[in-house]
């Protein structure tokens, strides 16, 4: 079993800045990179951002580089996205996942879904 919750969401104007969290359960949290994906209305989801299990490793988006910082602590089981400078597009509900497999780098399949957190940045 694992559970995944997010927080942080709400709604923010352009130029401003949000930090979303993502809680894991479980005590082998250390074992698993983690990733960021949000999903608009009417699109595919997509990917934003991604951490190695130690936090050294991270890839992001093009869409978001520059703009959005992800990490982890994992004494206490959390991975954050520190978003800034947020954009009319980043609106969507954001979502955290983690694969099947530990010690998984660079990740290509996620296995596992937070519930999301909205994310609305107006103009």
């Known amino acids: 079993q694992v559970q995944l919750v997010e927080s942080g969401g709400g709604l923010v104007q352009a130029g401003g800045s949000l930090r979303l969290s993502c809680a894991a359960s479980?005590?082998?949290?250390?074992?698993?990179?983690m990733g960021w994906f949000r999903q608009a209305p009417g699109k595919e989801r997509e990917f934003v951002a991604a951490i190695d299990w130690v936090g050294i490793n991270t890839y992001y988006a093009d869409s978001v580089k520059g703009r959005f910082t992800i990490s982890r602590d994992n004494a206490k089981n959390t991975v954050y996205l520190q978003m800034n400078s947020l954009k009319p597009e980043d609106t969507a509900v954001y979502y955290c996942?983690?694969?099947?497999?530990?010690?998984?780098?660079?990740?290509?399949?996620?296995?596992?879904w937070g519930q999301g957190t909205q994310v609305t940045v107006s103009s």
């Open positions: 479980g005590r082998t949290f250390s074992r698993y990179s």
């Open positions: 996942a983690r694969p099947s497999s530990e010690y998984y780098w660079p990740v290509k399949q996620y296995n596992y």
